[in-house]
């Protein structure tokens, strides 16, 4: 479900009180120990986020920067897009969201999100041109298939106004994209973004429960 709304303003934080969105499905998905669980129930004990005012010069260029690099991708890829809002999910609303630069509902069974990255450093960008996609982000990528299963695309664009012999760099996922590809002695290990979908979801399914009785067993007084 879509929902449009200004993001970063009061409403946006609220929707976001423990939630699970782009940089937390990696938290979700990660076979390292995390606070995850934690985080979100002492945010849903607050019953708010907290804010960082912490804006660095990287992040404030990017912020600067997003509606004109969506509006040169809108004239080089010939899409409209909705800008910002919340994507919620209808199977796991209480805790699971995403948060799109851009929204294309044109086709309504073929959604298409943008995601924005802005950088004044015209090595990131050549690095981007030359090794795809920041691995950081491919976190938040694969959110976005997660939360919506009508999202047949993430078009992931770098945008740099430093580097004009080509300002924007294009890199579309499909749901079959390989993101991981090992071979070893015995096997083979392909693994696309669906597969990590799936793997997610199962995570997601039983995640209000276990942040319901973390805070419930929190709370039970023992003399």
């Not at 993001?7 to 946006?12: D, F, I, R, V």
């Not at 998905?29 to 985080?39: G, P």
């Not at 409209?80 to 069974?109: Q, T, W």
């Not at 696309?192 to 973390?214: F, P």
């Amino acid at each position: 479900m879509y929902k449009k709304i200004q993001q970063l303003s009061p409403e946006w934080w609220a929707i976001k009180v423990a939630k699970v969105s782009g940089t937390r499905w990696g938290q979700l998905t990660s076979t390292r120990e995390n606070m995850l669980i934690e985080e979100l129930a002492d945010e849903k004990m607050n019953g708010h986020c907290a804010v960082d005012d912490c804006v660095s010069d990287d992040m404030q260029f990017g912020i600067d920067n997003e509606s004109i690099a969506i509006d040169k991708y809108e004239l080089m890829s010939g899409l409209k897009f909705k800008r910002g809002g919340v994507l919620i999910s209808d199977d796991f609303p209480s805790v699971h969201m995403a948060s799109p630069d851009g929204y294309n509902d044109d086709n309504p069974d073929y959604l298409i999100v943008l995601e924005a990255k802005c950088t004044m450093h015209g090595k990131t960008h050549l690095k981007r041109f030359r090794n795809g996609i920041d691995s950081k982000y491919l976190d938040q990528v694969e959110n976005y298939f997660a939360v919506e299963p009508k999202v047949q695309e993430v078009r992931w664009i770098s945008y740099c106004p430093f580097r004009p012999e080509r300002e924007i760099i294009e890199i579309i996922f499909k749901r079959d994209t390989v993101v991981e590809f090992k071979e070893m002695k015995t096997k083979t290990v392909i693994k696309t973004i669906q597969d990590n979908v799936n793997d997610g979801l199962v995570k997601i399914a039983g995640l209000e429960k276990e942040i319901n009785e973390l805070i419930n067993n929190f709370k039970q007084l023992e003399f």
